[in-house]
């Protein structure tokens, strides 16, 4: 079920006020009794149509089984910001009951640090339930390009579209540029992933960031057909389907700039995930983080993850926040580095 933004802020505040009004009787539930008769309501912070999308339904659909009371989970959209919008309401304005959780975006603690003023949260404070994926990122790229391999990114200027300049669509072009010498044109304004491709089809862009996950997926025809090359992936770590491809730190051409863009993503561990508000009741967010396990181990799960075609590499709430705690404590000297490229980026 789709809510425009402004309506879900709505109900979420009338929600929170009922929360505040029987808090007393409602803290006081056990998370086995305290489900029965309520919805799960379940924000996705990008648009329809994208990686996020795709694993939060894959979630919802299994996940009410293994909750106490089975109560059913109603997916809801919250775009804006590159993410921002949806993840700032989580932590702001969501009911802290057990009743509301979401997929935050991945890259939520560096962009805590880099833009601040936006990023009105503290991720370490989430209540991290758990990880149904991490993320390999890839820069794919129109063959009309005439780009066959990254090095030809240093000499073929290439528009990469983006929605946002808090996200990795926009910060990985840019930090390319700065750290390895490519010469990507960033055009920004667009609402997400799927209205840049639309945009790329109609020849207004010629590249963008996305997931392998989402690239082989959704636009799997232009990888059959030849349409796209895939010069680089992001992350840490090659992704087992693409052994010989070089990782984003391997292009830097400084010693610094290969700690810059490995920093960037060292996120990937947070990956698409499940989270809740900060400080809901100890026993609910248990009673979450066992079912959010459960579902994992799920057959049908598997199977529905498998015939979709998404790749399932799950981790533990507490996993996730050593990774937000670990971003976290990145030198401010190396933070200012960032936001000089970024700001001169713009």
């Given at each position: 079920?789709k809510?425009?933004?402004g309506?879900?802020?709505?109900r ?32 996705v ?33 919250m ?5 921002m ?49 991490s ?16 090095d ?22 840019v ?34 960031v996305?997931?392998?996950?989402t ?34 730190g ?19 561990g947070?990956?698409?995930n ?45 996993e ?10 990145t ?16």
């Amino acid at each position: 079920m789709k809510r425009i933004a402004g309506l879900i802020l709505v109900r979420g505040w009338l929600v929170l006020g009922a929360s505040a009004f029987a808090a007393g009787q409602v803290d006081a539930q056990p998370a086995d009794r305290f489900y029965a008769g309520k919805t799960l309501h379940f924000i996705v912070t990008y648009q329809p149509g994208g990686t996020y999308d795709l694993y939060s339904r894959l979630f919802a659909l299994h996940a009410s089984k293994h909750i106490p009371d089975h109560p059913p989970v109603v997916v809801e959209y919250m775009p804006g910001a590159g993410g921002m919008t949806g993840t700032v309401y989580l932590y702001e304005q969501a009911p802290r009951d057990g009743t509301v959780i979401g997929m935050a975006p991945r890259d939520l603690a560096v962009n805590q640090m880099l833009h601040p003023d936006a990023a009105r949260y503290d991720a370490r404070r989430f209540s991290w339930i758990g990880r149904i994926a991490s993320y390999t990122g890839v820069m794919f790229v129109m063959s009309r390009t005439g780009v066959k391999t990254a090095d030809d990114l240093r000499r073929i200027k290439v528009i990469a579209g983006s929605w946002g300049n808090t996200t990795d669509s926009y910060m990985t072009p840019v930090l390319l540029n700065a750290f390895a010498g490519t010469a990507f044109k960033v055009v920004t304004g667009y609402r997400g992933g799927p209205e840049v491709d639309l945009a790329i089809e109609r020849g207004e862009a010629d590249s963008r960031v996305a997931s392998w996950t989402t690239l082989k997926t959704t636009r799997s025809e232009w990888l059959r057909d030849g349409k796209v090359v895939v010069p680089l992936q992001t992350g840490l770590e090659r992704h087992p389907d693409l052994p010989q491809l070089p990782l984003i730190g391997d292009l830097a051409t400084s010693e610094e700039g290969r700690r810059i863009l490995e920093f960037m993503n060292s996120d990937s561990g947070i990956g698409w995930n499940v989270v809740a508000p900060p400080g809901v009741p100890a026993e609910r967010l248990a009673a979450l983080r066992e079912a959010f396990s459960a579902t994992m181990r799920d057959p049908e799960f598997s199977a529905d993850a498998a015939k979709r075609q998404l790749e399932i590499v799950p981790g533990s709430g507490d996993e996730m926040q050593r990774v937000i705690t670990r971003t976290l404590a990145t030198p401010p000297d190396a933070i200012a580095r960032l936001q000089a490229v970024i700001g001169a980026g713009k």
